[in-house]
Protein backbone atom coordinates (compact mmCIF):
# COMPACT_ATOMS: atom_id res chain seq x y z
CA UNK A 1 0.00 0.00 0.00
CA UNK A 2 1.50 3.22 -0.70
CA UNK A 3 -1.00 5.38 0.82
CA UNK A 4 -0.51 7.49 4.48
CA UNK A 5 0.21 5.14 6.88
CA UNK A 6 -0.61 6.24 10.64
CA UNK A 7 0.85 4.39 14.25
CA UNK A 8 -1.22 3.64 16.55
CA UNK A 9 -4.77 3.56 14.99
CA UNK A 10 -5.83 3.54 18.99
CA UNK A 11 -3.88 5.25 21.68
CA UNK A 12 -5.38 4.86 25.48
CA UNK A 13 -3.71 6.69 28.51
CA UNK A 14 -4.04 8.41 31.61
CA UNK A 15 -3.96 11.74 32.17
CA UNK A 16 -0.58 13.75 32.41
CA UNK A 17 1.11 11.04 30.02
CA UNK A 18 3.20 11.78 26.88
CA UNK A 19 2.25 10.05 23.94
CA UNK A 20 3.64 9.83 20.19
CA UNK A 21 1.98 8.99 17.21
CA UNK A 22 3.96 8.58 14.07
CA UNK A 23 2.49 9.40 10.23
CA UNK A 24 4.46 8.14 7.05
CA UNK A 25 3.71 10.30 4.37
CA UNK A 26 3.42 8.74 0.31
CA UNK A 27 7.20 9.07 -0.37
CA UNK A 28 6.91 11.55 -3.26
CA UNK A 29 5.15 14.41 -1.74
CA UNK A 30 6.85 17.17 0.12
CA UNK A 31 4.34 18.57 2.46
CA UNK A 32 2.93 16.65 5.31
CA UNK A 33 -0.19 17.92 7.74
CA UNK A 34 -1.28 16.84 11.29
CA UNK A 35 -5.30 17.63 11.86
CA UNK A 36 -7.20 16.95 14.58
CA UNK A 37 -11.00 15.92 14.37
CA UNK A 38 -13.57 15.71 16.87
CA UNK A 39 -17.34 14.08 16.67
CA UNK A 40 -19.18 16.09 15.16
CA UNK A 41 -16.23 18.58 13.79
CA UNK A 42 -14.21 19.04 10.57
CA UNK A 43 -10.27 18.03 10.52
CA UNK A 44 -9.01 21.22 12.93
CA UNK A 45 -5.69 22.47 11.14
CA UNK A 46 -2.38 22.07 13.75
CA UNK A 47 0.67 22.19 11.51
CA UNK A 48 2.29 21.91 8.58
CA UNK A 49 5.60 20.98 7.20
CA UNK A 50 7.37 21.66 3.86
CA UNK A 51 9.84 18.85 3.95
CA UNK A 52 12.08 19.53 7.24
CA UNK A 53 10.68 22.75 7.78
CA UNK A 54 7.42 23.40 10.15
CA UNK A 55 6.21 26.36 8.29
CA UNK A 56 3.39 26.66 10.02
CA UNK A 57 1.30 25.94 13.37
CA UNK A 58 -1.66 26.72 14.85
CA UNK A 59 -2.00 29.61 17.25
CA UNK A 60 -4.81 27.61 19.42
CA UNK A 61 -2.48 24.70 19.72
CA UNK A 62 -0.95 24.54 23.65
CA UNK A 63 2.56 24.30 24.05
CA UNK A 64 2.29 20.58 25.36
CA UNK A 65 2.02 20.06 21.40
CA UNK A 66 5.12 19.44 19.25
CA UNK A 67 5.97 17.49 15.50
CA UNK A 68 8.67 17.03 14.06
CA UNK A 69 9.56 15.94 10.61
CA UNK A 70 13.41 15.29 10.86
CA UNK A 71 14.59 14.14 7.67
CA UNK A 72 11.33 15.22 5.46
CA UNK A 73 10.36 11.76 5.80
CA UNK A 74 7.78 10.36 8.50
CA UNK A 75 6.99 13.05 11.31
CA UNK A 76 5.97 12.18 15.20
CA UNK A 77 3.40 14.31 16.73
CA UNK A 78 4.03 14.39 20.67
CA UNK A 79 1.65 15.23 23.33
CA UNK A 80 2.94 16.10 26.48
CA UNK A 81 1.02 15.95 30.11
CA UNK A 82 -2.12 14.70 27.88
CA UNK A 83 -5.63 16.45 29.10
CA UNK A 84 -8.66 14.82 28.91
CA UNK A 85 -9.72 17.25 26.34
CA UNK A 86 -6.98 15.89 24.33
CA UNK A 87 -8.97 12.89 23.00
CA UNK A 88 -9.20 13.10 19.71
CA UNK A 89 -9.13 11.51 16.22
CA UNK A 90 -5.42 12.61 15.08
CA UNK A 91 -5.06 12.56 11.08
CA UNK A 92 -2.57 13.01 9.03
CA UNK A 93 -2.00 14.01 5.15
CA UNK A 94 0.18 14.25 2.64
CA UNK A 95 0.45 16.45 -0.91
CA UNK A 96 3.12 18.27 -3.07
CA UNK A 97 4.80 16.51 -5.90
CA UNK A 98 7.16 17.85 -7.88
CA UNK A 99 6.24 15.77 -10.77
CA UNK A 100 2.66 16.60 -10.68
CA UNK A 101 2.42 20.33 -8.66
CA UNK A 102 -0.40 20.94 -10.33
CA UNK A 103 -2.27 18.06 -8.87
CA UNK A 104 -2.86 19.66 -5.41
CA UNK A 105 -5.07 17.38 -3.18
CA UNK A 106 -4.31 15.99 0.37
CA UNK A 107 -3.86 12.23 0.67
CA UNK A 108 -4.87 11.16 4.12
CA UNK A 109 -4.36 8.67 6.67
CA UNK A 110 -6.68 6.61 8.63
CA UNK A 111 -6.38 8.47 11.69
CA UNK A 112 -5.19 7.22 15.77
CA UNK A 113 -8.09 7.66 17.76
CA UNK A 114 -6.31 8.92 21.35
CA UNK A 115 -8.67 8.53 24.04
CA UNK A 116 -6.88 9.88 27.80
CA UNK A 117 -8.96 8.54 30.61
CA UNK B 1 -9.57 34.61 11.17
CA UNK B 2 -10.40 32.11 8.29
CA UNK B 3 -12.98 30.24 8.34
CA UNK B 4 -15.67 27.74 6.46
CA UNK B 5 -19.30 27.18 7.05
CA UNK B 6 -21.26 24.29 6.33
CA UNK B 7 -24.99 25.15 7.18
CA UNK B 8 -26.24 22.26 7.08
CA UNK B 9 -25.21 19.66 9.89
CA UNK B 10 -27.24 16.80 9.17
CA UNK B 11 -29.22 15.78 6.03
CA UNK B 12 -31.63 13.26 5.31
CA UNK B 13 -32.73 12.04 1.70
CA UNK B 14 -34.56 9.05 -0.13
CA UNK B 15 -32.54 7.59 -2.83
CA UNK B 16 -33.08 9.60 -6.55
CA UNK B 17 -33.49 13.08 -4.40
CA UNK B 18 -31.63 15.81 -5.21
CA UNK B 19 -28.84 17.29 -2.91
CA UNK B 20 -27.19 20.61 -2.46
CA UNK B 21 -24.97 21.50 0.73
CA UNK B 22 -23.71 24.60 1.03
CA UNK B 23 -20.57 26.18 2.23
CA UNK B 24 -19.18 29.51 2.47
CA UNK B 25 -16.01 30.70 3.48
CA UNK B 26 -14.16 34.67 4.64
CA UNK B 27 -11.50 35.04 2.67
CA UNK B 28 -10.98 37.83 0.73
CA UNK B 29 -8.66 36.29 -1.67
CA UNK B 30 -7.66 33.85 -4.43
CA UNK B 31 -8.50 30.70 -2.89
CA UNK B 32 -8.41 26.87 -3.49
CA UNK B 33 -11.71 25.09 -2.91
CA UNK B 34 -12.53 21.52 -2.27
CA UNK B 35 -14.71 19.03 -1.10
CA UNK B 36 -13.82 15.81 0.67
CA UNK B 37 -15.94 12.91 1.73
CA UNK B 38 -15.62 10.37 4.43
CA UNK B 39 -17.28 7.32 3.98
CA UNK B 40 -18.66 5.14 6.57
CA UNK B 41 -15.43 3.42 8.35
CA UNK B 42 -13.24 4.84 5.53
CA UNK B 43 -10.34 7.87 5.27
CA UNK B 44 -11.12 11.42 4.27
CA UNK B 45 -10.85 11.49 0.29
CA UNK B 46 -11.17 14.18 -2.36
CA UNK B 47 -14.54 14.83 -3.59
CA UNK B 48 -13.71 17.31 -6.59
CA UNK B 49 -11.50 20.82 -6.50
CA UNK B 50 -11.45 24.24 -7.91
CA UNK B 51 -8.63 25.98 -8.67
CA UNK B 52 -9.08 28.52 -11.36
CA UNK B 53 -11.33 28.34 -14.90
CA UNK B 54 -14.56 27.53 -15.59
CA UNK B 55 -16.68 27.62 -12.37
CA UNK B 56 -18.68 24.37 -12.07
CA UNK B 57 -16.56 21.95 -11.41
CA UNK B 58 -17.21 18.02 -11.95
CA UNK B 59 -16.18 15.51 -9.45
CA UNK B 60 -16.68 11.84 -8.87
CA UNK B 61 -19.38 10.03 -8.50
CA UNK B 62 -21.88 12.64 -10.13
CA UNK B 63 -21.10 14.88 -7.63
CA UNK B 64 -20.54 18.46 -8.74
CA UNK B 65 -19.84 21.98 -7.11
CA UNK B 66 -19.99 25.75 -8.57
CA UNK B 67 -18.22 28.52 -6.92
CA UNK B 68 -19.84 31.63 -7.04
CA UNK B 69 -17.01 34.63 -6.11
CA UNK B 70 -19.18 37.34 -5.15
CA UNK B 71 -21.01 35.28 -2.51
CA UNK B 72 -18.16 33.38 -1.23
CA UNK B 73 -19.45 30.13 -1.86
CA UNK B 74 -18.92 26.26 -3.26
CA UNK B 75 -22.21 24.57 -2.85
CA UNK B 76 -21.96 20.68 -3.43
CA UNK B 77 -24.96 18.99 -5.89
CA UNK B 78 -25.97 15.61 -6.91
CA UNK B 79 -29.21 15.49 -9.08
CA UNK B 80 -30.11 12.19 -7.83
CA UNK B 81 -28.46 10.45 -4.49
CA UNK B 82 -28.21 6.92 -3.89
CA UNK B 83 -27.85 4.90 -0.66
CA UNK B 84 -24.13 4.59 -0.89
CA UNK B 85 -24.03 8.57 -1.29
CA UNK B 86 -24.31 8.59 2.32
CA UNK B 87 -21.36 9.40 3.81
CA UNK B 88 -19.75 12.69 5.82
CA UNK B 89 -18.93 15.62 3.43
CA UNK B 90 -16.46 18.33 4.30
CA UNK B 91 -15.80 21.55 2.64
CA UNK B 92 -12.11 22.78 2.41
CA UNK B 93 -10.24 26.15 1.54
CA UNK B 94 -6.53 26.41 0.85
CA UNK B 95 -5.91 30.40 0.50
CA UNK B 96 -3.37 31.16 -1.99
CA UNK B 97 -1.40 33.10 -0.22
CA UNK B 98 1.52 31.60 0.01
CA UNK B 99 0.47 28.88 2.67
CA UNK B 100 -0.47 25.35 1.99
CA UNK B 101 -2.48 25.20 4.82
CA UNK B 102 -5.62 23.99 4.07
CA UNK B 103 -9.01 25.14 6.21
CA UNK B 104 -12.15 22.25 6.66
CA UNK B 105 -15.79 23.20 7.35
CA UNK B 106 -17.75 20.89 10.66
CA UNK B 107 -19.07 18.79 8.04
CA UNK B 108 -22.24 17.91 6.67
CA UNK B 109 -23.56 14.32 7.69
CA UNK B 110 -25.74 12.70 4.65
CA UNK B 111 -27.63 9.61 5.39
CA UNK B 112 -29.72 8.15 1.96
CA UNK B 113 -32.48 6.20 2.76
CA UNK B 114 -33.10 3.26 0.70
Request: charged share 20%.
Amino acid sequence: DTGVSQDPRHKITKRGQNVTFRCDPISEHNRLYWYRQTLGQGPEFLTYFQNEAQLEKSRLLSDRFSAERPKGSFSTLEIQRTEQGDSAMYLCASSGSFRLPTNEKLFFGSGTQLSVL
Amino acid sequence: AQSVSQHNHHVILSEAASLELGCNYSYGGTVNLFWYVQYPGQHLQLLLKYFSGDPLVKGIKGFEAEFIKSKFSFNLRKPSVQWSDTAEYFCAVNPYSGTYKYIFGTGTRLKVLA
